[in-house]
C-alpha cells in the first residue's frame, strides 16, 4: 500500500508565498511521475503542475512564472513552490504520483489533499 501525504497549505495574501510538500510512503519502488492539481469551489479538478522522475517539468498557463514543481527522489517526496499568490489560486490542492511498488505494480495515488486561501 502506498500513501500520500499533502502538508504547508493555509491562509496567505495576495501576492504571499506558500510551500506545499507530498511526502509518500509505503512499499514504493520507485514513484515515475509526480503532480499537483486543485479544485476550487463549483469548478473541475485541474492539472497545476508536474516533474517526471527526470526533473522534467510541465504547468499550466495559469501558474507558470510563479510556481515552481520539484522533488526529492531519496525522500520520495514533491512540492510545491506557490509565490505571487492570487485570490484565483484559491483551491483544495492535491498532490498525485505514479508509483511503482515493490511487487512491480504500477498505479496512481493521491493524497487527501491541502486547502490553500488567497484573501486579504
Known amino acids: 500500500q502506498v500513501h500520500l501525504v499533502e502538508s504547508g497549505g493555509g491562509l496567505v495574501q495576495p501576492g504571499g508565498s506558500l510551500r506545499l510538500s507530498c511526502a509518500a510512503s509505503g512499499s514504493i519502488f520507485s514513484i515515475n511521475a509526480m503532480g499537483w492539481y486543485r479544485q476550487a469551489p463549483g469548478k473541475q479538478r485541474e492539472l497545476v503542475a508536474t516533474?517526471?522522475?527526470?526533473?522534467?517539468?510541465n504547468y499550466a498557463d495559469s501558474v507558470k512564472g510563479r510556481f515552481t514543481i520539484s522533488r526529492d527522489n531519496a525522500k520520495n517526496t514533491g512540492y510545491l513552490q506557490m509565490n505571487s499568490l492570487k485570490p484565483e489560486d484559491t483551491a483544495v490542492y492535491s498532490c498525485?504520483?505514479?508509483?511503482?511498488?515493490?511487487?512491480?505494480?504500477?498505479?496512481?495515488?493521491w493524497g487527501q489533499g491541502t486547502q490553500v486561501t488567497v484573501s486579504s
Open positions: 516533474i517526471t522522475s527526470g526533473g522534467r517539468t
Open positions: 498525485n504520483a505514479d508509483v511503482t511498488t515493490y511487487s512491480r505494480f504500477r498505479n496512481d495515488y
